[in-house]
């Protein structure tokens, strides 16, 4: 996506949505072609963990996610202020001596790996990387440096209510995480917006 963007284009919001929602749509249509000329019952098991489940995860396959995760925040937490700085404007985090391109590659590089880790594990489930960091950052506000522990443990309570939900709400029929978390992410940001254009 960087390279579709341009190296010098951080600064540049509509070009790297537009690469973005681009590479998002190619990769998408590769996704939909396997599921064409695939056979019926793997296509819907394919189906169903595009659209989120912890159905199939066990404790065993949570080695890898748990110590990717784990050095993921560490990392996070050395660049702390860094990003912190960079959340008040990249002329201010520059004049704090702050390498603007080279701390916001690297957060976005770790960001990707553990999104890798966690969809390889239980599917796609939307929204939930937006809604809990927005929440958490409307609660406790922008510059807490201890924020990352909150996004992960109020995402974590956020997901098993969720799951039980998915498990509860039709009998004998689970429904897809990614279903309930869009309906609760598309509420939670249509009613910010909502209060926000209210202003």
């Not at 590479?23 to 939909?32: G, K």
Request: charged content about 10%; some cysteine; glycine content about 8%.
């Amino acid at each position: 996506m960087l390279s579709i963007a341009g190296t010098n284009s951080y600064n540049q919001i509509e070009r790297m949505l537009l690469a973005g929602v681009a590479t998002s749509f190619l990769f998408s249509a590769a996704t939909s072609a396997l599921l064409y000329h695939s056979d019926p019952q793997a296509a819907a098991s394919i189906l169903f963990w595009t659209l989120g489940s912890f159905a199939q995860a066990q404790w065993s396959m949570l080695a890898l996610p748990t110590a990717i995760i784990g050095l993921s925040l560490l990392a996070f937490f050395a660049f702390s202020r860094q990003v912190i700085a960079i959340s008040s404007g990249d002329e201010t985090a520059s004049s704090l001596g702050v390498n603007v391109p080279q701390v916001r590659l690297l957060m976005l590089i770790i960001s990707s790996l553990i999104c890798a880790v966690i969809v390889a594990a239980c599917g796609g489930i939307s929204f939930v990387g937006l809604l809990i960091p927005h929440f958490v950052r409307l609660v406790f506000g922008q510059d807490k440096m201890n924020n990352y522990l909150f996004v992960a443990t109020i995402g974590g309570l956020f997901m098993i209510y969720v799951d039980l939900a998915a498990r509860t709400l039709l009998v004998n029929q689970e429904i897809p995480l990614g279903i309930i978390t869009s309906v609760i992410g598309s509420a939670f940001f249509l009613l910010i917006l909502r209060q926000r254009s209210a202003k």
